[in-house]
């Protein structure tokens, strides 16, 4: 399993993160997604079929892109 964190700009509140975490963990071999509103991050453990390029599609399709 890989575990990855991405700063995510357009988080400004819990729901952000909600919204996030409902989006991301759709995706097959997404385990857990944690986020920090104050840090602007999120933290993502998933495995194969999920990719980080994968993440990174989802997160821009929903608005909140990762730098």
Not at 25 to 38: I, K, N, Y
Not at 56 to 61: G, I, M, Q, S, T
């Amino acid at each position: 399993m890989e575990k990855q964190s991405l700063s995510v700009p357009n988080i400004s509140c819990g729901h952000c993160v909600a919204a996030i975490k409902s989006e991301l963990s759709a995706l097959d071999g997404v385990q857990s997604v944690e986020g920090d509103p104050a840090a602007k991050q999120i933290t993502v453990a998933f495995e194969a079929p999920a990719t980080l390029a994968a993440l990174r599609d989802k997160l821009a399709e929903i608005n909140y892109p990762a730098e």
